[in-house]
C-alpha cells in the first residue's frame, strides 16, 4: 500500500517540478527538495525499526555497541551527504556536489578510523 | 500522510501564483514589483522547505542517533 502512495507522490511532485520549472526554476529545486525530504520521512519509521531488529540481534550476538553505533553513523552521515549532494548536482552545481562528497568522505574516515585501529590491534595479539 | 502531499501543492501554488502575478505586473508596466513578489514567493517557500529539511534531519539524528 505505502508504494503506491510513494509512486503518486513522487509523480505528483515531479509533474509539477515540470510545470514550475518553465517560468521559475528555483522553485521547482526546492519542490523537488521538498519532495525528496518527504519521500524520506515516509520510510524513515521503517528503517528505524529495521535498526532497532539489527541493534537487538547484535545484542544477542554479543557484538560490541560501539562497532554498531559507528556503523549507524557511517550509514547515516553517508545519506545525508548523499542527499545533498544529488541535491547540488540536479541543480547544476556539480563542483559543489562533489565538495560535499569529499568531505562527508573525510567524516566518514574519521570515524571508521577507531575501528580499523581496534582491528590491527586484534591482528597483532594474534601474530606470537 | 496527507498532510506531506499538501506542502508540494502548496509550494507548487506559490510558484505558479508567483508566475502569473509576473506576467500582469510585465504588461502593467511594473516590472520592479514583479520581482518583489518573485522574492516574496522564494522566502515563503523556503521557509517551508527549511521547516521541512529541520524535520528531516532532526528524525534522521534520532535515528541513526547521529549525534
Not at chain 1, 514550475?20 to 526546492?30: D, H, I, W
Not at chain 1, 550509514?75 to 548536482?89: H, M, N, T
Not at chain 1, 560535499?100 to 573525510?106: H, L, M, R, T
Not at chain 2, 499538501?6 to 520581482?35: P, R, W
Amino acid at each position: 500500500m505505502d508504494v503506491i502512495q510513494i509512486v503518486v507522490i513522487g509523480l505528483i511532485a515531479t509533474v509539477l517540478i515540470v510545470v514550475v520549472k518553465t517560468q521559475r526554476p528555483e522553485l521547482a529545486l526546492l519542490l523537488s527538495v521538498a519532495a525528496g525530504i518527504i519521500l524520506f520521512l515516509l520510510v524513515l519509521g521503517k528503517i528505524g525499526s529495521i535498526i532497532d531488529i539489527v541493534r537487538d540481534l547484535a545484542d544477542r550476538a554479543g557484538i560490541g555497541s560501539i562497532y554498531l553505533g559507528t556503523i549507524l553513523k557511517i550509514i547515516g552521515i553517508a545519506y545525508i551527504a548523499e542527499f545533498g549532494a544529488q541535491i547540488c548536482r540536479d541543480a547544476g552545481e556539480g563542483a559543489v556536489a562533489t565538495k560535499i562528497e569529499f568531505a562527508s568522505k573525510i567524516l566518514i574516515m574519521v570515524l571508521a578510523v577507531p575501528i580499523v585501529v581496534a582491528v590491527l590491534d586484534a591482528l597483532l595479539k594474534l601474530v606470537p | 500522510m496527507g498532510s506531506s502531499i499538501d506542502l508540494i501543492f502548496k509550494i507548487a501554488g506559490v510558484g505558479i501564483l508567483v508566475a502569473v502575478l509576473n506576467s500582469i505586473l510585465k504588461t502593467a508596466g511594473k516590472e520592479e514589483q514583479g520581482h518583489i513578489v518573485t522574492l516574496a514567493g522564494l522566502v515563503i517557500v523556503f521557509m517551508w522547505v527549511i521547516e521541512l529539511l529541520a524535520k528531516l534531519f532532526d528524525q534522521v539524528k534520532t535515528v541513526f542517533r547521529l549525534f
